[in-house]
């Protein structure tokens, strides 16, 4: 898969010295959705509670509590549309490399390089029936406290136990030698979303993004709906709230601004689509401490 791709998520996950975050996410309330997304990190997502239509690399699962997403890095996922009910999950996101040796030893040419360059792949999705699922939890949660609790030395517990989730890993669930799938389309849904990406504080016309594929702007309009399970002007329109969102949290800038810095000319409709996704206003939001956002 071509790195240069779009949808990349532009968010640092953690710090240069410790490169993995953790988020817990509750939808709808308070996040609005999670549109289809890469980034060059693994994540490892457990489902606490309710269930979601859950969009990977052009397939469509349906996750449910007890549930694990194991996603490495740049496969496109995301929820698509909001779930009707409350479902809340806990991710970890991180750089492979944090795990990797300088010096090549076998743990990583046989067991961590192959994940982090795609030749292995581990099911994206792992059922809470599975019978690895019970061992994954333990350890995830053991991950989940460390890390909350940041003890004195914590980084190298969490490191320790990434190990030993990875270990889980290859003893209990198969693992395939593969190669991407349907990657022209995965390459060309990248395009897209890093124009968007790249474009989103300026005005952007459906032309303008079935040009970036070659396309004609009806075959791209049944296109991005068929794999991202939503409208390219609605994607567009969940990335800048999602942006707006962002400034909201770390500057201090008006709610105008911000709109206007986001790609919304039009400030009361702002106003509204953002009350519609996050549940409360731009002024309310600014002033809760709820919501986690990794777009």
Known sequence: MNKNANLFERVQHGSVMFPLEYYHCVFPFGLGNLPVHWHKEFEITYVQKGSCTYQIDLQTYQIQEGDFLLLPPEMLHGTGEDPEQEFVTD????????????????????????????????????????????????????????????????????????????????????????????????????????FIQDHYQRPVTVQELAEVCHFSEYHFMRFFKQHTNMTSIEYLNQYRLEMAARRLKVTDFSVTSIALESGFNNVSYFNRIFKKKFGVTPREYRSCSSGIHRL
Do not use: W
């Open 91 to 194: 991710s970890f996101v991180f750089r492979m490399d944090m795990l990797e040796s300088q010096r090549q030893d076998s743990c990583t040419a046989r067991f961590l390089a192959p994940l982090t360059g795609g030749q292995f792949r581990f099911p994206a999705y792992l059922s809470a029936g599975n019978p690895a699922a019970g061992l994954l939890r333990d350890s995830f949660e053991k991950i989940r406290r460390t890390f909350l609790g940041k003890s004195f030395g914590y980084e190298l517990e969490i490191k320790a136990e990434l190990y030993h989730f990875f270990f889980l890993l290859y003893r209990y669930v198969p693992y395939q030698r593969t190669e991407p799938e349907h990657p022209e389309i995965t390459q060309k849904l990248k395009l897209v979303l890093q």
